[in-house]
C-alpha cells in the first residue's frame, strides 16, 4: 500500500464505528479489493467512503437482526458503582457548569409523532410513575467505562401509557442542550431500556442529565440522551449528532 492509498483508506474508515474501523484497518482492505467491491477501476476517496458507508448501513442492519430483546445487560452489585461517575458532553468535556439548568415547576416532556396521547408531561407526573432500579455499566465510545445506579420507569411502560405505535421503527430523542439521538424500537422496548429522573439513590444532578436521562445499558453511552425535552415516535430515520459524525448508529454493546 502507498502513502496514498493508505490516506484514503484511513480517512474513509473514519466514518466506521471503531470495531468495525478496526477491523478493516487491521486488515487493510486493499485498493483493489475495494475498486471490486465498488465495481469501479478507479478507487479515489469519494467511492471508498460510499463503500465504507454501506459498510456502516449494513453493520446497523446486521446488529438490529442479531439484537437479542431477552438478553439482559449484566448487574452489579453496589459495592462496585463508581465514585465520582465521569461527566462527558458533546459541548465540552469537562465542563460539567455549562450543562442545562432546567427549572422543574416549569419543566414539561413533550411527546409526539405516532402516540395516541400526546399530552406533556410535568415533572411531578413523571415522578408517580412505577420504577425500578438497575445497577449497570456505562460505556463511552471515547475508551472509559463507569458502574452506576439508576432508578426510573420501564420505557416499555411509558410507551405503553401514552399509546406508542410499537411496530413504529424509531424513538428520537431531542435534548436541552440540543443533542439529540434515535433508537430503534425492539431497544426501545427491551426491558432494562430505562427512562431515569434518579441515580445513586439521589435526583438525576444536572451534569448527569436532570431532568431525566434515558438509560440503555444494551448500548454505548452516546446512545443515553441526558436532558431529554421531547419524545418522538416515527418511522423517518433521525439519526442523532455523534450519528453524523459518522459513529454507528446501532451501537449495540
Ligand atoms: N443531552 C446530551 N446527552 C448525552 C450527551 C450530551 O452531550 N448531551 N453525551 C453522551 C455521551 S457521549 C456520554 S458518554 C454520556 C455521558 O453521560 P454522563 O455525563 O452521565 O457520564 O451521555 C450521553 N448523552
Ligand atoms: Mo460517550
Same mark, same amino acid.
Request: proline share 13%; hydrophobic share 25%.
Given at each position: 500500500m502507498n502513502d496514498e492509498t493508505r490516506y484514503i483508506l484511513s480517512d474513509a474508515a473514519r466514518g466506521l464505528d471503531v470495531p468495525t474501523r478496526r477491523l478493516f484497518l487491521r486488515n487493510a482492505l486493499g485498493l483493489g479489493t475495494l475498486a471490486m467491491l465498488s465495481g469501479c477501476d478507479v478507487v479515489d476517496g469519494l467511492s471508498a467512503e460510499r463503500v465504507l458507508g454501506a459498510m456502516s448501513d449494513f453493520n446497523d442492519r446486521a446488529q438490529a437482526w442479531l439484537f437479542n430483546p431477552n438478553t439482559l445487560a449484566r448487574e452489579y452489585p453496589a459495592?462496585?458503582?463508581?465514585?465520582?461517575f465521569p461527566f462527558n458532553s458533546?459541548?465540552?468535556?469537562?465542563?460539567?457548569?455549562l450543562a442545562p439548568r432546567i427549572d422543574p415547576r416549569e419543566f414539561l416532556l413533550n411527546v409526539t409523532g405516532l402516540v395516541e396521547r400526546k399530552d406533556d408531561w410535568t415533572l411531578r407526573q413523571l415522578y408517580a410513575l412505577p420504577r425500578f432500579t438497575q445497577i449497570t455499566r456505562h460505556v463511552c465510545i471515547e475508551g472509559w467505562s463507569a458502574i452506576g445506579k439508576w432508578t426510573g420507569v420501564r420505557f416499555s411502560d411509558f410507551l405503553a401509557r401514552v399509546g406508542?405505535?410499537?411496530?413504529?421503527k424509531y424513538v428520537t430523542f431531542r435534548c436541552d442542550d440540543n443533542y439529540t439521538t434515535s433508537i430503534d424500537m425492539a431497544t426501545a422496548l427491551h426491558p432494562q431500556t430505562q427512562l431515569c429522573f434518579w441515580m445513586n439513590d439521589a435526583v438525576l444532578p444536572r451534569q448527569h442529565g436532570f431532568p431525566m436521562k434515558l438509560r440503555v445499558p444494551?448500548?454505548? /453511552?452516546?446512545?443515553?440522551?441526558?436532558?431529554? /425535552?421531547e419524545i418522538a415516535i416515527g418511522n423517518d430515520y433521525t439519526g442523532g449528532y455523534w450519528e453524523t459524525y459518522g459513529y454507528n448508529w446501532f451501537s449495540g454493546l
Open positions: 459495592r462496585m458503582i463508581t465514585r465520582p458533546f459541548y465540552t468535556p469537562n465542563s460539567p457548569d406508542a405505535d410499537r411496530h413504529a444494551t448500548k454505548l /453511552g452516546f446512545k443515553n440522551p441526558k436532558h431529554i /425535552g
